[in-house]
């Protein structure tokens, strides 16, 4: 297989992580999903990953808490996935480093993009930890902001549908798949792709989106291959 793509960031949810328990980390599950992330790391695909943290904490459902006290939580949440996901890439025999926005140098290093791309240049995983280290911004915001910042060529947001519908295509068996789609027409239509931050860093940068399902872990591979998985969005 010829990588499509060099250098890619791959945006995993927290739910994503928690497999069919709905809640915390399945570690099989978190190696399985690490896998291809080998395989990508075997073709010389530089690999960054940004993850969410939904498995142990929502924010916006806090209900009455403070927002930004309840985004800061958010944030930790996702440093407790990112160094989940490091240590399953490091049980499959990879190189890989955590960064965060917020510093908490004992458990991982401070995101600084030019050592991030040092990272990635020496073929190392990286995995981004507590989003952009902002209230108010999701982990989709972050993910675009950081694969702008380390010039990925492509954002591969791995998610539970195999695509982007014009509606859901759980309560609508009747939902239309799309197969390629423009940052206008997303923004347009209101579509759940990202949020409308994240779409707006993804358009202002050239930077395209493919969203796949993560049911079959090897759609990562195919897609950094350039194989018709899921949506692209440019």
Request: aromatic share 6%; net charge neutral; glycine share 8%.
């Amino acid at each position: 297989m010829e990588p499509k793509y060099k250098r890619v960031l791959l945006k995993l949810s927290g739910e994503s992580l928690a497999g069919e328990e709905k809640h915390g980390i399945d570690f099989d599950t978190v190696l399985r999903f690490c896998k291809p992330i080998k395989k990508l790391n075997e073709l010389g695909v530089e690999v960054a990953i940004v993850v969410g943290g939904g498995n142990f904490w929502r924010g916006r459902s806090s209900g009455k808490m403070d927002r930004t006290r309840a985004d800061h939580m958010g944030m930790l949440a996702t440093v407790i996935n990112a160094l989940g996901v490091c240590d399953a890439l490091e049980q499959l025999g990879l190189e890989a480093r955590v960064q965060t926005a917020i510093s908490m140098q004992q458990v991982a290093e401070p995101y600084i993009r030019n050592r991030a791309i040092r990272h990635l240049e020496k073929g190392r995983i990286l995995v981004f930890g507590c989003g952009t280290g902002n209230p108010f911004f999701s982990t989709d915001t972050a993910a675009a902001l950081r694969a702008a910042e380390i010039e990925a060529n492509i954002i591969l947001k791995a998610t539970m549908v195999d695509g982007v519908y014009d509606s859901d295509p759980k309560t609508n068996p009747n939902a239309v798949k799309f197969d390629s789609l423009s940052f206008a027409e997303v923004l347009q239509r209101d579509l759940k792709v990202m949020d409308s931050a994240a779409a707006a860093i993804c358009r202002e940068n050239h930077l395209p989106i493919i969203v796949f399902s993560l049911d079959n872990p090897d759609n990562i591979v195919s897609a950094v291959c350039g194989e018709n998985v899921g949506t692209i969005v440019k």
